[in-house]
T-cell receptor, first 114, second 115 residues
Framework: DADVTQTPRNRITKTGKRIMLECSQTKGHDRMYWYRQDPGLGLRLIYYSFDVKDINKGEISDGYSVSRQAQAKFSLSLESAIPNQTALYFC?????????????FGPGTRLTVT | AQSVTQPDIHITVSEGASLELRCNYSYGATPYLFWYVQSPGQGLQLLLKYFSGDTLVQGIKGFEAEFKRSQSSFNLRKPSVHWSDAAEYFCAVAKPGAGSYQLTFGKGTKLSVIP
């Protein structure tokens, strides 16, 4: 089984709808991240969390919110989706304890806002 | 703030040919450096990383990268490309000791392999 899972894998929604993307991990890592990927722009950080009580904005947090329900779960919400939020979204995790900056990525959620 | 530049948006090589993907970073000191690969429809997988020590780093799938401080570069190489290497490659940097463990990614280089 995959260590970092994302649901759904694909989603089409309409402008103005609220949508939640979910991420779960079995790696036992304390840190979790949400990125969006747009063609030609690479990955940009939306939010990150160091533990359940610690949430931080990334480079492009406007229009997004997150919830860290447990150490293993980190959800990304679009309160009112707009077409320019159409993108590929990745969740990632990392482990403070091993001193590594390596991040482990989920398979991604492709979101289309019409 | 640190930044990462991957000058080549798209590279095409023949199978069996050598490969070099360029990465330059902007940061006041030596950052931690990473190369990730994204195969079509997949998430990102770490190929290799550099923190300190030997400037030539070996990774998975036969890749290596060389850190050159004087050029602020961390170029990825492979002596002989296989068709399965067709993917998008991302260079990333992290600022040591920042506490945030954030990665800053380049915009990626897409590799196409001609049989």
């Amino acid at each position: 089984d995959a260590d970092v899972t994302q649901t759904p894998r694909n989603r089409i929604t309409k402008t103005g709808k609220r949508i939640m993307l979910e991420c779960s991990q079995t790696k036992g890592h304390d840190r979790m991240y949400w990125y969006r990927q747009d063609p030609g722009l690479g990955l940009r950080l939306i939010y990150y969390s160091f533990d359940v009580k610690d949430i931080n904005k990334g480079e492009i947090s406007d229009g997004y919110s997150v919830s860290r329900q447990a150490q293993a779960k980190f959800s990304l919400s679009l309160e009112s989706a707009i077409p320019n939020q159409t993108a590929l979204y990745f969740c990632a995790t990392s482990d403070l304890r091993d001193g590594s900056y390596e991040q482990y990525f989920g398979p991604g959620t492709r979101l289309t806002v019409t | 703030a640190q930044s990462v530049t991957q000058p080549d948006i798209h590279i095409t090589v023949s199978e069996g040919a050598s490969l070099e993907l360029r990465c330059n970073y902007s940061y006041g000191a030596t950052p931690y450096l990473f190369w990730y690969v994204q195969s079509p429809g997949q998430g990102l997988q770490l190929l290799l990383k550099y923190f300190s020590g030997d400037t030539l780093v070996q990774g998975i799938k036969g890749f290596e990268a060389e850190f050159k401080r004087s050029q602020s570069s961390f170029n990825l190489r492979k002596p002989s490309v296989h068709w399965s290497d067709a993917a998008e490659y991302f260079c990333a940097v992290a600022k040591p000791g920042a506490g945030s463990y954030q990665l800053t990614f380049g915009k990626g280089t897409k590799l196409s392999v001609i049989p």
